[in-house]
Nanobody, 123 residues
Framework: QVQLVESGGGLVQAGGSLRLSCAASRSTFNINAIGWYRQAPGKQRELVAATSSGGSTNYADSVKGRFTISRDNAKNTVYLQMNSLKPEDTAVYYC?????????????????WGQGTQVTVSS
């Protein structure tokens, strides 16, 4: 298992920047992918950005060119740098770790979630 703790959320004006951090309780070397999701009031949780153990990244179209996900393996921490923030980026942001484990009966998949951090962008 791995525990995830997010930090860095807050209130910012449109056009501003924030950097979110997701600290893992242990090394993430065997975590297949770590990502950031967000959930706005009345909406479903959606993927914002993710990075794989191999270093590949993917982003939601709505944040491409504005958000950057990065990983510091020495600190067991994943970051989400958010620039040019818009009011529609307002949401609770969650860190997720996705793990695949090979067992004698096949592949088991696990998802671990942080508690979330609020990001509010004022217009």
């Amino acid at each position: 298992q791995v525990q995830l703790v997010e930090s860095g959320g807050g209130l910012v004006q449109a056009g501003g920047s924030l950097r979110l951090s997701c600290a893992a309780s242990r090394s993430t070397f065997n975590i297949n992918a770590i990502g950031w999701y967000r959930q706005a009031p009345g909406k479903q949780r959606e993927l914002v950005a993710a990075t794989s153990s191999g270093g590949s990244t993917n982003y939601a179209d709505s944040v491409k060119g504005r958000f950057t996900i990065s990983r510091d393996n020495a600190k067991n921490t994943v970051y989400l740098q958010m620039n040019s923030l818009k009011p529609e980026d307002t949401a609770v942001y969650y860190c997720n770790a996705h793990q695949k484990v090979a067992t004698s009966t096949g592949i088991r998949e696990y998802d671990y979630w942080g508690q979330g951090t609020q990001v509010t962008v004022s217009s």
